[in-house]
């Protein structure tokens, strides 16, 4: 016997055969304005406490903090916040330099964003007088010894040519930027209290909240990564929030529309508060028939909820959003996501109640204008009208299985995992074998939910189907260096497949639904489909 690693044996790499990973179904991301915290950045939080300490915590301008609170509350497990300000400003901190002063400002805004600055020369040469050392903490209040967070910038100089200018190196500071011009000299050293060698320079109470927020805060910039474009620079999410912009100001049709076309793009559903004026399900019912909002993409809950103001001291009414996505989370726990998530499951915890009730009748009502109702607890106890719960694409035009919020639900989560967990093949040599290995990959996967019953049908044929060979990958498609993938699979009727088309390119990777007719998925017929419906329709380019 040969023992691995002895002297002139070389063995063959071991190759793992790539997987697809069920994603995450319940991540909820919520963009709107905040105590405190990093503009623009998506930031993950598993807890309200993590919340309470990057962002603040409640406070009573920001139905965003109100909403996340009821979400983990609720049963959420996972949030990505993103903070948008309206002219808010950064504090500055003033440091004595010579006869000059050497100015630093906040890189986060706000009257809450607590700044020290200390100055020192430990290790710096006595005759070097150009060189010194800065120290950054941003602590819990102004006079706290709390410490949040600390930056340290050793051997900085003023002079621009040096290497390490202080105006360089602050770039990448969390904390701080230098604010021009710099003065002619180092900044003195900080001294304490009575002359001690530790002392710090306070941040200015010039730090600013800034306004409500509007629309076009929250839309932001596609270019700049900003508003809800931020959300680019943070992993995949499921649900996304947008509490209103004040507690007397709603979402405007502008956000909505812009939100839910990222939500289409992202494979994530939009929850949607309803606007306060529907103080009834007749005035919800009235207001749908002239809301111009609609989209498969975006889900919406009435009524707004009731809860007790702990800053305030007395009942207020809050947006749904953030409890409806822990009451989701929550589901997602207890039931496969393929199954309906009834509307009587959908209770509010203790504490919490509907603004207004809804009587069975109009819960049925609601739900043909896709409008979704919330019950109490002791209503899910006493039984009542069960409603499979609807997307805002019901009541219009449309795929139907695409009104279905479970039915979306499971579309969005298909595609995310297939298109994320076939990747690989844009490390493989563009051809039939790497078809083949992607196709049996997406095909195991496909088989396995149909066996644990996510889709519905008799046979495979009837429940799913896997094409990626020369039908989808033509010679131009190969030219280009793409790899397209086609797949489908039934969720209401045995044939009727909700199908999708992945495109993996050097450049980006991307799935996108497509209609395929159910004789398609034969070779006799496919060639003519994928021809005519399919790949002619859409540039991948």
Request: glycine share 10%; proline share 7%; net charge neutral.
């Amino acid at each position: 016997m040969v023992e691995r690693g002895a002297p002139g044996l070389e063995l063959a790499p071991t190759r793992t055969e790539p997987i697809i990973a069920r994603l995450p179904s319940a991540v909820t991301a919520f963009v709107g304005r905040t105590l405190k915290g990093p503009v623009h950045r998506p930031v993950t939080v598993g807890s309200f406490g993590e919340f309470q300490q990057v962002f603040g915590g409640l406070w009573q301008p920001s139905p965003l903090s109100y909403a996340v609170e009821q979400f983990f509350d609720h049963g959420g497990g996972r949030a990505i916040i993103v903070r948008v300000a309206n002219g808010a400003r950064a504090p500055t901190i003033t440091l004595p330099a010579g006869s000059g002063t050497l100015r630093l400002a906040g890189v986060n805004p706000g009257s809450r964003e607590y700044l020290r600055a200390s100055v020192d020369y430990d290790g710096i040469p006595e005759g070097d007088t150009d060189r010194f050392n800065l120290v950054v903490h941003r602590v819990r209040s102004a006079a706290s010894e709390l410490i949040e967070d600390q930056e340290i910038f050793r051997r900085a100089s003023l002079d621009p040519d040096c290497g390490r200018c202080l105006a360089d190196l602050l770039l990448r500071s969390h904390l701080v930027r230098a604010v021009e011009p710099l003065p002619a000299q180092r900044p003195d050293r900080s001294a304490g209290p009575g002359g001690s060698a530790i002392g710090y320079a306070l941040s200015n109470a010039d730090g600013d909240d800034g306004g409500p927020l509007t629309d076009y805060d929250i839309i932001g910039s596609a270019a700049a990564a900003t508003g809800l474009f931020a959300l680019s620079a943070a992993d995949a999410f499921n649900f996304l929030c947008i509490p209103p912009l004040s507690r007397e100001q709603d979402v405007g049709l502008s956000a909505l529309l812009v939100a839910a076309r990222y939500c289409r793009e992202r494979h994530a559903m939009m929850i949607v508060d309803p606007p306060a004026s529907w103080t009834s399900a007749r005035a919800a019912l009235d207001g749908m028939r002239t809301w111009p909002f609609r989209s498969d993409n975006a889900v919406m809950y009435y009524p707004r909820v009731q809860a007790l103001d702990r800053l305030r001291g007395r009942l207020e009414t809050f947006a749904s959003c953030g409890a409806v996505a822990g009451l989701l989370a929550r589901a997602d726990d207890v039931h496969p996501l393929w199954s309906a998530v009834e509307t009587v499951e959908m209770t509010l915890r203790p504490g919490l109640q509907p603004a207004v009730p809804v009587c069975d009748a109009d819960r049925l009502r609601l739900a043909q204008a896709g409008i979704n109702a919330l019950s109490l607890p002791r209503a899910a106890a006493q039984g009542g009208v069960r409603v499979d719960a609807r997307t805002l694409a019901a009541g219009g035009s449309g795929f139907p299985d695409w009104k279905y919020l479970s039915a979306r639900r499971l579309g969005l989560w298909v595609a995310a995992s297939v298109e994320r967990g076939t990747r690989w093949v844009l490390l493989e040599q563009n051809g039939p074998p790497a078809w083949a290995r992607a196709r049996a990959l997406v095909d195991t996967f496909l088989e396995v939910l149909a066996e644990q019953g996510a889709f519905v049908g008799a046979g495979a044929g009837d429940r799913y189907f896997v094409i990626c060979d020369e039908r989808v990958n033509r010679p131009d498609t190969v030219a280009d260096g793409r790899v397209n993938l086609l797949f489908g699979f039934a969720t209401s009727r045995p044939g009727e497949f909700d199908a999708w088309l992945v495109t993996h390119h050097p450049a980006a990777s991307r799935v996108r639904p497509v209609t395929v007719n159910r004789a398609a998925t034969s070779r006799q017929r496919v060639e003519w489909e994928i021809e005519t419906t399919i790949l002619k329709k859409m540039d991948y380019r």
